[in-house]
Structure formats: structure tokens, C-alpha cells
């Protein structure tokens, strides 16, 4: 998001991205200019171009009146994002030709070193980026780039919801196992063992938000689990390690 911002521009926004998807800046809050240039030594007219970035990649709402505050997504909403994005997931694992190339595996090992060595650093920004970026390595494997793009747009769009679990050092540990069990099944041919870990991978971030907004988590909706052997499988592999 920020590649093509002036350098000064690009650190506002950089810095106010990770205090919100890390959970420094809740939900709800709202961001006041004159904090947030006292904070920067900016000018308002940078901070207010640092919130419509911010605004565009749909982690900040701005509205008359009231200015700028931390997206904050209902129950409801958290759900029905959730919903569209189990089943894109879970559609282009279904799509991916098993067991991919070797240098598919590769470069999802690499990204998943990447992420443990972020982790170990204490780097949430790259632990985020690395993350990001193996998913949508993995999903690419299906072939359907206008698939993956939808994918990255609800994965940006679920960004306040999901982020801030991997700061959480279990939760961290439990998406680098999933990572290894998902590179392990595309080694072999069983894509509803994938798909199923492609979508519960994502549960833990989505019930978490909803406790933190002190919403009562919904358990998973029923037509979205495929009950079978397989399914058993991949649910089990990652604590093996």
C-alpha cells in the first residue's frame, strides 16, 4: 500500500496500520488529527493523507462530522466476510492439481522460515507480510488469478479481524504448524484434507475478534464442514509436530 508514497507519507501510514491490525489502536477508536500530528511532527494535511490511505485499504472509516475511526465490524458483518472468504479458500484448494510442483514446496518453505524467523525476532510486520504472502503463494497454485485476487481482497478486508492473533505467541506457533501441514498435503493428492485446514486455518482469528468486540461467537456453520476421513486428517496434523 504504500510502495508509491513519498517516504515520510509511507511511515505515517505504516505506523498507524500496525498499532490497528495489532490491536494498539482498538475497534471504534477514533483517530484525532491533532494527536496523531503532535505524535508525527506532521502537518494536517499529511496526517489527512496518511487516513485516506488508511481509509482506502478499508481499515479506517472517515465520516463527516465525526473523522476518522478504526474499522469496526459488527457479528454479523465479521460472519458474512468469514462466510465468502471459507468458500473462496476453499474452492481454490479444491482446484489445486496435486501434489504441485517442487518448486511450489519450495518457495512455501521458504515463506514459512521466513515467518518463524520474523516470529523469533519479534517483527509483527514481517511476520504479517510473510503470512500474507504464503497464502497467497499456495492459492495461486489453483491456476484462477481472478480467484486468488478475490482471495487477497477478502483477506485485506478481514486485515482488522485476522492481524492481530499473530502477535499472540500460541496462536503463532499453531499457524506455523498449520503452514507445515498444508505444504505436507500438497505433496500428496487429497484435496478435501487441504481445504478443510484452508478454512479452519482461519477460524481462531475470526472467534477471537468476536470476543474481543464482546460478541458471542456463532460455532461454524454446519454446511461448510465436509464430514469424513480426510477431514479428520488434516485437523489432526498439525499437532503431530
Given at each position: 500500500?504504500?510502495?508509491?508514497?513519498?517516504?515520510?507519507?509511507?511511515?505515517?501510514?505504516?505506523?498507524?496500520?500496525?498499532?490497528?491490525?495489532?490491536?494498539?489502536?482498538?475497534?471504534?477508536?477514533?483517530?484525532?488529527?491533532?494527536?496523531?500530528?503532535?505524535?508525527?511532527?506532521?502537518?494536517?494535511?499529511?496526517?489527512?493523507?496518511?487516513?485516506?490511505?488508511?481509509?482506502?485499504?478499508?481499515?479506517?472509516t472517515r465520516e463527516?462530522?465525526?473523522?476518522?475511526?478504526?474499522?469496526?465490524?459488527?457479528?454479523?458483518?465479521?460472519?458474512?466476510?468469514?462466510?465468502?472468504?471459507?468458500?473462496?479458500?476453499?474452492?481454490?484448494?479444491?482446484?489445486?492439481?496435486?501434489?504441485?510442483?517442487?518448486?511450489?514446496?519450495?518457495?512455501?518453505?521458504?515463506?514459512?522460515?521466513?515467518?518463524?524467523?520474523?516470529?523469533?525476532?519479534?517483527?509483527?510486520?514481517?511476520?504479517?507480510?510473510?503470512?500474507?504472502?504464503?497464502?497467497?503463494?499456495?492459492?495461486?497454485?489453483?491456476?484462477?488469478?481472478?480467484?486468488?485476487?478475490?482471495?487477497?481482497?477478502?483477506?485485506?478486508?478481514?486485515?482488522?479481524?485476522?492481524?492481530?492473533?499473530?502477535?499472540?505467541?500460541?496462536?503463532?506457533?499453531?499457524?506455523?504448524?498449520?503452514?507445515?501441514?498444508m505444504i505436507r498435503?500438497?505433496?500428496?493428492?487429497?484435496?478435501?484434507?487441504?481445504?478443510?485446514?484452508?478454512?479452519?486455518?482461519?477460524?481462531?482469528?475470526?472467534?477471537?475478534?468476536?470476543?474481543?468486540?464482546?460478541?458471542?461467537?456463532?460455532?461454524?456453520?454446519?454446511?461448510?464442514?465436509?464430514?469424513?476421513?480426510?477431514?479428520?486428517?488434516?485437523?489432526?496434523?498439525?499437532?503431530?509436530?
Amino acid at each position: 500500500m504504500t510502495a508509491d508514497l513519498p517516504e515520510e507519507l509511507a511511515g505515517i501510514v505504516t505506523a498507524i496500520e500496525d498499532d490497528i491490525i495489532f490491536g494498539r489502536l482498538p475497534p471504534g477508536l477514533r483517530l484525532v488529527e491533532d494527536t496523531l500530528m503532535a505524535r508525527f511532527s506532521a502537518t494536517r494535511h499529511a496526517i489527512r493523507q496518511a487516513l485516506g490511505e488508511l481509509e482506502r485499504s478499508r481499515i479506517v472509516t472517515r465520516e463527516r462530522n465525526i473523522g476518522a475511526t478504526v474499522r469496526s465490524y459488527s457479528q454479523e458483518e465479521v460472519l458474512e466476510i468469514y462466510q465468502v472468504r471459507e468458500l473462496l479458500q476453499r474452492h481454490a484448494a479444491l482446484m489445486i492439481h496435486l501434489p504441485v510442483p517442487t518448486e511450489v514446496i519450495a518457495r512455501l518453505e521458504t515463506l514459512n522460515r521466513q515467518f518463524a524467523e520474523n516470529g523469533a525476532r519479534g517483527d509483527l510486520r514481517a511476520v504479517h507480510e510473510s503470512n500474507d504472502a504464503f497464502h497467497l503463494t499456495l492459492f495461486a497454485a489453483c491456476g484462477n488469478k481472478y480467484l486468488v485476487n478475490f482471495i487477497a481482497d477478502y483477506m485485506a478486508l478481514s486485515l482488522p479481524v485476522r492481524a492481530k492473533s499473530l502477535a499472540d505467541a500460541q496462536a503463532f506457533q499453531t499457524s506455523f504448524r498449520q503452514h507445515e501441514a498444508m505444504i505436507r498435503l500438497l505433496r500428496d493428492q487429497d484435496n478435501w484434507a487441504l481445504a478443510q485446514l484452508c478454512v479452519e486455518h482461519v477460524w481462531p482469528s475470526k472467534h477471537d475478534y468476536l470476543q474481543r468486540t464482546q460478541a458471542v461467537a456463532a460455532p461454524p456453520d454446519d454446511d461448510l464442514r465436509m464430514p469424513s476421513p480426510s477431514r479428520r486428517r488434516a485437523r489432526a496434523e498439525p499437532a503431530a509436530d
